[in-house]
């Protein structure tokens, strides 16, 4: 059994937000011990890193919470689950291309700025009017 702060360093979680994870039942069936401090085995560390990568994935603590609900349901649940996660894979996707085009877009910039400060191209600018003397 693991004490919420070996559980913390294991996850990468701060403490705090491990502690409203199990206020709100994002970790159910939470054990205690004799000292009713909480503790976690292997499987609860395994949902805690779950539940990182969900919320890293953007979804809501509502939604997390609609997930752990589908989870306790057992295999009956899972093409919902199924289902919520294809949707956020879908919005995922759509973030990686955005994130994508930013980065060429970076690229294209850095490349003009090289090809300007090498003397290769003159410099041109929508912002600015530059005079050719």
Known sequence: MYSMKEVCK???MPYETLKFYCNVGLVPNVKRNRN???VFDD???AWIKSLSCL???GMSIAEMKEYVELCLQGEKSIPKRKTILQHRKKLLLKKLQELKDCLE???T???FYDDVLSGKI???SNLIKISND
């Open 10 to 12: 294991e996850t990468n």
């Open 36 to 38: 009713n401090y909480r």
């Open 43 to 45: 499987k609860d560390i």
């Open 55 to 57: 919320k890293k994935c």
């Open 105 to 107: 877009y970076i690229d």
């Open 109 to 111: 910039k850095q490349t």
């Open 122 to 124: 003159p410099y041109t």
